[in-house]
């Protein structure tokens, strides 16, 4: 599985067709997302686990985001 550190890597990710993403959770699990660049540049974040939507800028991703602390931490990569 490919790590993802920062939301420049994501971008890059993202502009080679890969949208399916895993959060590492505590005790093995994974947190499932898929993520779409949207027109304006923000990220559009569909997580599974509770099937909600946010709207985020990358900076957003560090604020209001689990997201931000997994990519620091390693814990965010691309899904098979």
Sequence with gaps: MQQIRNTRQLRK???HGEHEFKLALMGGLFSRKTIRLLPDGRFRVVNHIDETVQKLSGRQFYTESNIG???KQGA???SP
């Design 13 to 15: 990710t993202l502009s």
């Design 76 to 78: 965010f990569v691309v």
């Design 69 to 71: 602390r997994a990519m």
